[in-house]
């Protein structure tokens, strides 16, 4: 009876070898069809050149002027509508706007409906081409807010793809791009960054890494090959 495996042993056996199948399905995964899954990194850089700021959210981009909105912000705040951190509405394409001392303006994108989609940077004379088309690459950058999921309503994509389009063009005409990730927790904030360091909005270069290698593989200035 000694020489007998234990109940334990064998549970033991068991639940390794099930955990050895596991690994292994995990590594034919990764090696199917021998493709390469890629990482997106920003890759932030310090600049002199000031942000222009656009949101985008589902098959959408918002350019975003700040002058109006610092200015529909400013009359909800003296008429007592943005007190407590009460959510108000912007006037401004579907934006509610949330004042916060740390945080400046948060921009709350509930409905896009009104929103340029990214697929009229096909169209010459389109507003979001328009749009875009003013800025000057010795003096502006284009920070996008980015939301990367799909809702009802989207037929093309998510934000993140929206956005990619964007960047894609924007490098075309040699204009610089930055960007973070936003949601309804996380919502897109501008504010001086003398008040927070919440507040710093730069422009990135984009490494990419495989996972298959572990490698990262960039051009010389830092874009995707």
């Not at 292994?24 to 990482?39: G, M, S």
């Not at 040699?174 to 904030?189: E, F, H, L, M, R």
């Not at 927070?196 to 984009?206: A, F, I, Q, T």
Request: glycine share 6%.
């Amino acid at each position: 009876m000694k020489n007998l495996i234990s109940l334990d042993s064998l549970t033991d056996i068991v639940s390794n070898s099930v955990g050895i199948l596991i690994i292994f399905a995990v590594i034919n995964l990764i090696h199917d069809d021998n493709k390469t899954y890629q990482l997106e990194i920003p890759l932030e850089h310090a600049t002199d050149l000031s942000p222009a700021f656009f949101i985008s959210k589902n098959d959408r981009v918002l350019a975003l002027d700040t002058d109006t909105l610092f200015a529909n912000a400013a009359l909800q705040a003296t008429s007592g509508g943005a007190t407590n951190k009460r959510l108000f509405n912007l006037e401004y394409s579907g934006l509610l706007g949330q004042i916060d001392d740390e945080k400046g303006i948060s921009f709350f994108a509930r409905d896009t409906s009104e929103w340029p989609e990214f697929a009229e940077l096909e169209k010459r004379n389109s507003d979001l081409r328009k749009k875009l088309d003013k800025l000057d690459p010795k003096k502006q950058f284009a920070y996008f807010f980015v939301y990367d999921n799909t809702e009802d309503g989207s037929s093309s994509g998510s934000g993140f793809e929206a956005f990619r389009k964007a960047r894609e063009y924007l490098k075309r005409h040699s204009i610089k791009t930055g960007w973070q990730p936003v949601n309804s927790d996380s919502p897109a904030n501008i504010c001086d960054k003398s008040f927070s360091r919440r507040c710093v909005y730069l422009p990135s270069y984009l490494g990419t890494g495989n996972i298959n290698s572990g490698n990262t593989n960039t051009t010389d200035n830092g874009e995707k090959r």
